[in-house]
Nanobody
Framework: QVQLVESGGGLVQAGGSLRLSCAASGGTFSGYAMGWFRQAPGKEREFVTTLSASGRNADYADSVKGRFTVSRDNAKNMVILQMNSLKPEDTAVYYC????????????????WGQGTQVTVSS
């Protein structure tokens, strides 16, 4: 099985930046597609971005496209979410997830999840 641990969350002002990291262990990281999802209080968990196992194909939710960038470092078993121009609407717990097939925007398709890291953006 795969273990995932997110880090890098915090409190920032609108317009600021955060860099989230997801460290993976217990599996062949290079063989997994990765996803970032977020969940705000009272809301369903929603797709933020996905990255293929190759790292060549990324998909972004319309709400974050142009502001967020996802990348992976297979040598370090890590995926990074760089978040710029943050908005109060980005406030949520951010989760890293992994699956052994092609990337999916559906949370239910992911078998492995981290514990989440809180991102709070003040206005």
């Amino acid at each position: 099985q795969v273990q995932l641990v997110e880090s890098g969350g915090g409190l920032v002002q609108a317009g600021g930046s955060l860099r989230l990291s997801c460290a993976a262990s217990g599996g062949t990281f290079s063989g997994y597609a990765m996803g970032w999802f977020r969940q705000a209080p009272g809301k369903e968990r929603e797709f933020v971005t996905t990255l293929s196992a190759s790292g060549r194909n990324a998909d972004y939710a319309d709400s974050v496209k142009g502001r967020f960038t996802v990348s992976r470092d297979n040598a370090k078993n890590m995926v990074i979410l760089q978040m710029n121009s943050l908005k109060p609407e980005d406030t949520a717990v951010y989760y890293c997830a992994a699956r052994s097939m092609f990337a999916s925007i559906s949370p239910s398709d992911y078998a492995y999840w981290g514990q989440g890291t809180q991102v709070t953006v003040s206005s």
